[in-house]
């Protein structure tokens, strides 16, 4: 082969390698027609503490790192032998509140005659004090008894009050006491994926102290981080298609949910220095929870990728953005 030859195959071949990385670079979103941005991401989701609320020996853990659960999935139960007897003493104790009222109530219809009586014999002494009849000493002292039956009347009266509010007190407490062992159930306040289970059963933990690290499925996103000519652009609802590094021949549809209000640095996860060196508007953009339903076996966190943000609504996407993630690669 002469070295003509050489250098013209060698030009070929340099050709064809270009064109070929320009096919590959146009088709996963790094050169976009106008009216298209795009930032570097990865999927994330919310994280969610599962930790009881006072402090207690977890009894029992029932799922293992990596399960799904669904939303009010029991999850973990606490020891609670101490608020169950906690709790039958509390009911005691309205019992108790209980009895002292009806005892209070019986007392009150003892002084109530008492009273009667009492009122009875102030008014014949005034009748007979006014004709004569008896002394004025015997009618002051039918007006005191009277009184005293008046003033003792009033007590007992207030004692079935305070009863009342003992009762009130004690129920109270009940209810507190039987909501504490409510609480010591934790369930998933909705689906996701358990991501770290940090205390087994046997461990006393503190109050707020997580037991499980749950991975919301409800919410899953990327964030990536644009310049301010174009997160200026951006509106919230704008449609977007996620193409991640382990899927590069598909496109998943999202939406813009977030654009911050405050510029910052681009943070150090973010590729390149120059790009860390600008500043840069945060943008999340979220997968509907349809499509997160539907596959929600598959879905994880962490996944690396990129967001194409479409600015102009009018803009057909390109076909490489336009292919959706067939049923049956899942199956």
Do not use: C
């Amino acid at each position: 082969m002469t070295r003509t030859t050489g250098v013209f195959l060698t030009a070929a071949a340099a050709l064809l390698l270009a064109a070929a990385a320009y096919l590959f670079v146009s088709e996963n979103g790094a050169e976009l027609p106008e009216g298209f941005v795009q930032g570097n991401g990865r999927i994330e989701a919310e994280q969610v503490e599962i930790a009881p609320a006072r402090a207690g020996r977890v009894a029992k853990v029932l799922t293992a790192e990596g399960s799904l659960v669904a939303a009010g999935d029991v999850l973990v139960v606490m020891d609670t032998d101490e608020l169950a007897a906690t709790h039958d003493r509390a009911r005691a104790e309205v019992a108790l509140a209980r009895q002292t009222r009806a005892e209070a109530e019986a007392l009150v219809v003892q002084r109530q005659s008492e009273h009667r009586r009492a009122e009875h014999e102030l008014e014949r002494a005034t009748a007979l004090l006014a004709g004569r009849n008896i002394s004025e000493t015997l009618h002051e002292e039918r007006d005191t008894i009277h009184s005293v039956a008046e003033a003792v009347l009033g007590a007992a009266e207030a004692r079935v009050a305070t009863a009342e509010a003992g009762i009130a007190a004690a129920e109270a407490e009940v209810r507190r006491i039987a909501a504490q062992i409510e609480d010591s159930t934790l369930n998933a306040p909705m689906p996701g994926r358990v991501l770290y289970r940090l205390a087994e059963p046997g461990e006393v933990v503190g109050a707020g102290g997580p037991i499980l690290t749950l991975l919301s499925l409800e919410n899953i996103y990327m964030e990536v981080f644009l310049p301010a000519r174009e997160a200026g652009l951006l509106p919230i609802g704008a449609e977007a298609r996620i193409v991640l590094d382990a899927l590069p021949d598909y496109a998943i549809p999202a939406t813009v949910t977030f654009v911050s209000p405050e510029a910052q640095f681009t943070p150090k996860q973010v590729e390149t220095l120059s790009e860390r060196e600008q500043l840069v508007f945060r943008v999340r953009v979220r997968i509907p929870q349809d499509l997160v339903a539907a596959r929600i076996e598959h879905v994880k966190t962490g996944l690396r990728g990129i967001a194409v943000i479409r600015l102009d609504p009018a803009m057909e996407w390109p076909e490489a953005l336009d292919r959706r993630i067939p049923a049956e690669l899942f199956e």
